[in-house]
């Protein structure tokens, strides 16, 4: 149990810590992209020595925090467990601008790349030119690129050229469309993090066993990713209800919140009941 | 109380028939003749056998198999649809409690979860009995009784509005149940609030207990399509109901008691929905309790909700 928690608390360390690792080359590549496409190499330079700064500090901490006793520790699911250790090792690894291919991750999600209009990629991009300007015209045209303030361009996550048909991470590691949450998470690491843990996205299926986990790319469009208002489903017709006109109890919400841990009262009543 | 078609007999109105037939097996040979006139054979007995049946907690393992059995035959005669009624017991993992935890700021009043509830729980279409009222809220505002359930001639989201789901929140200390005089209604060891539609008088007491517009009446009939009847059931969760009998939201007991999703989180297009055991300290609904601001609907009646509602 106890190594167990430690090794959940490195995780979490590494994680919290890596958010903010991620803020960093969030930041550079905000910089880099916009002002270098063409320099594409400079690029990965400075963001790789950012990173293994980053790396070493953030090791020291790692061990920091394994001396640290902290009981509200959250004892990952076996299978999320491995999801964050190989985020994290995602990220650790040293990349010598060779491409390296990822692990599958061990949940299920929806695939994707099976549904594209335009997949398999290199069909096309066998030959295709990289297109310096920022403009297409002849294919992918209505392709609205609308995301981070227009501050990036295809090739922050696509590959020029060759190896179209994966994803690139701003290290140049290869990343699999049907796990492009990798993708995403290296600037929105908050997010991701909460959709590991499921507070962001959606898991369908079963609340008890393998969940499918539905990728970032389901509800947000990547090149455009704002969320778009839409007509809800129709209007209830009205509800014959004595209780909605009538009622003359102020309903507030009340956003108090009670700090008293209350599964733990409902588990300790329930385990009471079960053994009368 | 007179039936306009020859449906079958509730369990209300079976009650005046009930009586002339007894009357008439008192008076002599009769009584069979007067209530086949409006039952013969098996659904004559059924009708009987219903009008006797014990509260479901109070059933033999056999009684509950025939009284499942006759609300499958029922549905046959009424709705011409074969329905499977289940019993599924709570969870079969030790320690299962079930709750919810709902983002306000990813849902956007889309009433997705709504339909799909109508639909998973065999809800009447008319009159429309819905269990989740998305109520459009002003931002910064939390009053409820400002809000507005008829939105929609719109796109949502709408500006300086947020969208607030409210159904059955599955109270710990429920006041329907306090309430119930038939004691109708009840809490399950997985923490689910459930009626048994047969023991339901249609007092109302319940209505009124409930601070959070829950429970829902059948004024009428239920009235749907026969090809929309959600074939797969539970006894205390979407079997067909009739007239005069409450309803309410059962965190879909014949989904979630196999370990499935309840319909409303299926159908949730933003993921704002999330649904778990709380007594599981790795579930999902756990981490959120444990590390999002949470808060749950009137909370100063003390009726402890198993539904939160958080933001990020």
Not at chain 1, 247 to 275: C, F, G, M
Not at chain 2, 149 to 170: I, N, S, W
Not at chain 2, 201 to 222: K, M
Not at chain 2, 285 to 300: A, D, G, H, S
Request: aromatic share 8%; with cysteine; net charge negative.
């Amino acid at each position: 149990m106890r190594n167990s928690e430690k090794q959940t608390m490195a995780v979490i360390g590494a994680i919290l810590f890596l958010g903010l690792l991620m803020g960093v080359s969030l930041l550079l590549s905000q910089f880099v992209v916009a002002e270098a496409q063409e320099k594409e190499t400079s690029q990965i330079q400075t963001e790789d020595s950012a990173s293994s700064e980053q790396e070493e500090e953030d090791k020291e901490e790692e061990e920091d925090e394994e001396d640290e006793e902290e009981e509200e520790a959250v004892e990952l699911e076996p299978g999320f467990q491995k999801v964050v250790d190989e985020v994290r090792a995602f990220w650790k690894r040293e990349s010598e601008s060779e491409i390296e291919e990822l692990v599958i991750s061990p949940f299920r999600v929806p695939p994707r790349k099976e549904q594209y209009e335009y997949y398999p990629c290199m069909d096309c991009h066998e030959e295709q030119e990289v297109q310096p300007e920022r403009e297409l015209t002849e294919e992918h045209e209505d392709l609205v690129l609308d995301h981070g303030k227009q501050r990036f361009w295809c090739l922050t996550c696509h590959f020029a050229g060759k190896e179209k048909n994966y994803l690139r991470s701003l290290k140049e590691q290869k990343i699999d469309f049907n796990e492009s949450h990798l993708l995403c998470g290296q600037c929105h690491f908050e997010r991701q993090k909460d959709w590991l843990m499921g507070a962001h996205g959606k898991r369908v299926g079963s609340w008890s066993e393998e969940r499918t986990i539905l990728l970032c790319v389901e509800c947000h469009n990547p090149h455009s990713p704002a969320i778009k208002p839409q007509l809800p489903d129709p209007i209830p017709k009205g509800i014959r209800e004595i209780r909605m006109e009538r009622s003359n109890q102020p309903h507030k919400i009340e956003t108090k919140h009670e700090l008293i841990k209350v599964w733990d009262r409902i588990a300790l009543k329930y385990k009471n009941e079960r053994t009368k | 109380m007179t039936d306009k078609k020859a449906a079958p007999i509730s369990r209300r109105n079976f009650f005046k028939k009930a009586g002339t037939a007894g009357a008439a097996i008192a008076s002599g040979t009769t009584a069979l003749a007067v209530a086949s006139d409006v039952l013969e054979g098996e659904a004559y007995s059924d009708a009987l056998k219903e009008y006797f049946q014990k509260h479901y907690r109070d059933m033999s393992k056999d009684e509950v198999k025939a009284a499942l059995a006759r609300i499958e035959r029922k549905a046959k005669r009424k709705h011409g649809v074969d329905i499977t009624v289940e019993n599924t017991a709570p969870y079969a993992r030790e320690d299962t409690v079930f709750g919810y935890a709902l983002n306000i700021s990813k849902c956007k009043g889309y009433r997705k979860c709504v339909y799909a509830c109508v639909e998973e729980n065999n809800l009447s279409r008319d009159p429309e009995i819905h269990y989740i009222r998305v109520l459009e809220m002003e931002k910064g505002s939390m009053d409820l009784e400002k809000s507005n359930h008829y939105f929609g001639e719109d796109p949502v989201p709408k500006a300086g509005k947020f969208y607030l789901p409210v159904q059955c929140q599955h109270c710990e200390d429920p006041p329907c149940v306090k309430a119930c005089p038939t004691q109708a209604t009840w809490s399950e060891p997985d923490g689910i609030v459930v009626i048994d539609y047969n023991w339901c008088i249609g007092c109302h007491y319940c209505v009124i207990a409930c601070p959070y517009w829950a429970r829902h009446f059948n004024w009428e009939e239920p009235v749907i399509p026969k090809e929309e009847i959600n074939t797969e059931t539970h006894y205390l969760g979407n079997r067909p109901r009739e007239r005069g009998v409450m309803e309410k939201c059962t965190f879909c007991i014949q989904r979630t008691r196999k370990g499935k999703m309840p319909a409303c989180l299926e159908a949730c297009p933003t993921g704002a929905r999330v649904f778990g055991n709380l007594l599981d300290p790795k579930s999902e609904i756990r981490y959120i309790l444990e590390n999002k601001t949470v808060f749950r609907l009137k909370e100063e009646l003390n009726t402890e909700p198993k539904f939160w509602y958080y933001t990020d």
